[in-house]
């Protein structure tokens, strides 16, 4: 189950019998690797208590919507922002029913509405209860809208019927969680993401930088690795963990980064360019540290870097090639000639002028430009974002290798 490696779920327990099998599905997430919030319903914490749930999740369980101190901490528009998954089990007939009218009314229905996360159900009740017109009425209704099921099973039930409305296995369950994040997209294949800034040295202990984090970059070999591709990442200087299945190679300069980038390019169907690479350099990189003189104006001289994207772009074979614009004004026009210029398959543009969205932040909203087509992609994380423009590059590769 690596897949669940530091993913983030929220699993909301409503009020049932089969509540305490909750505590072992916890467990379960966590030793996957999971990073689980719990969620109760005022009704399951008779069946099972919070004390249980916070010391096997190693995390505070929410409980209330109208909670000053809960609101404080982690709020539920922060929790359903926070999650990549929202997993509910055991889902009552009643919670079902109360999600499928939209309604609001408690800390789990109203987290339901706020996320953009996938929300997964796994119903338990009373066999008779599931078959109940207004049960399945209500079950159609979210299918509809993109939640997915999983289960019931079938079988005995703790009020002695036999019969569909069993909750499935713990283990079951932890399964089909960690298989929401795999959606095989790109199995067999193989893609280069370039990442972060890079230092163009002027001396041993200044250079030319940006303020790139490598938080896209990263985010986007994450949601690679988990479409089922080979991922190999070229960062620049940054301070984020290499991603797990990723093979990282760190480089500094844009050079380096071209050369990484360049070798074992025969094995890369698709090659990414997020980094936020220096377009020039030191004419020369002084040996010892430059030394204050006298005069008030200091001149550099800088040397073009050369265009590592475009340069990929322009090999024979060509992989399919992705690059980025990051623009302070006239976003989309000037992604466009990018996309001609440099020329690329796709090209994915950001307004760097605004501070909280693109350099060094967490979210982002970015348009992804085609020669064909145009598609943004609202605000969100750069994790679900990542996922969002992984998805959307497999389908245009797909198309394109056809
Ligand atoms: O790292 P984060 O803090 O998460 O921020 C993400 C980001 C804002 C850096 C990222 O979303 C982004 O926009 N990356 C590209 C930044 C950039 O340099 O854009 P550009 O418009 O100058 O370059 C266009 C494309 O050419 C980019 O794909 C760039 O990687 C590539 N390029 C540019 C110059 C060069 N010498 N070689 C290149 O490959």
Known sequence: MQRLTNK??????????????????????????????VVMTPASTEFITPLTLQALSGNTVHLHLLNAEAEAGMGHIELAKWA???????GSANFISRLAAGQGDDLLTTLCLATDAPICIAPAMNQAMWRDAGTQANTNLLTNRGIKLFGPGVGEQACGDNGPGRML????????????????????????????????????????????????????????????????????????????????????????????????????????????????????????????????????HLVKNPDIVATIANTEPKPFTIGFAAETQDVLNYARSKLERKNLDMIIANDVSRTDIGFNSDENTVTIVTDTSTETLPQTSKRKLAIQLINQIAIQYNKHDI
């Open 169 to 300: 296995e713990p283990e079951e369950i932890a399964n089909l969680t960690a298989s929401q994040f795999n959606s095989g997209q790109l199995t067999g294949k193989t893609v280069f993401i370039t990442a972060g800034p890079t230092r163009e040295a002027l001396d041993p202990v200044r250079y030319i930088s940006n303020h790139s984090s490598g938080k896209m970059g990263y985010a986007l070999a994450e949601a690679a690795i988990e479409a089922g591709a080979k991922v190999k990442l070229i960062s620049g200087p940054v301070t984020l963990p290499a991603p797990e299945r990723v093979k990282t190679v760190k480089v500094e300069s844009a050079q380096e980064m071209l050369a990484a980038s360049l070798q074992d390019l025969a094995l890369c169907d698709i090659f990414i360019a997020a980094a936020a690479v220096a377009d020039y350099r030191p004419t020369a990189v002084a040996e010892h540290k430059i030394k204050k003189g006298s005069e008030e104006i200091m001149e550099l």
């Open 84 to 90: 990549d998954l929202v997993l509910i089990a055991p």
């Open 8 to 37: 983030r779920i929220i699993l909301g327990i409503t009020g049932g019998i089969a509540a305490y099998k909750s505590a072992e599905l916890t467990r379960l997430l966590k030793n996957a690797g999971a990073d689980v919030r």
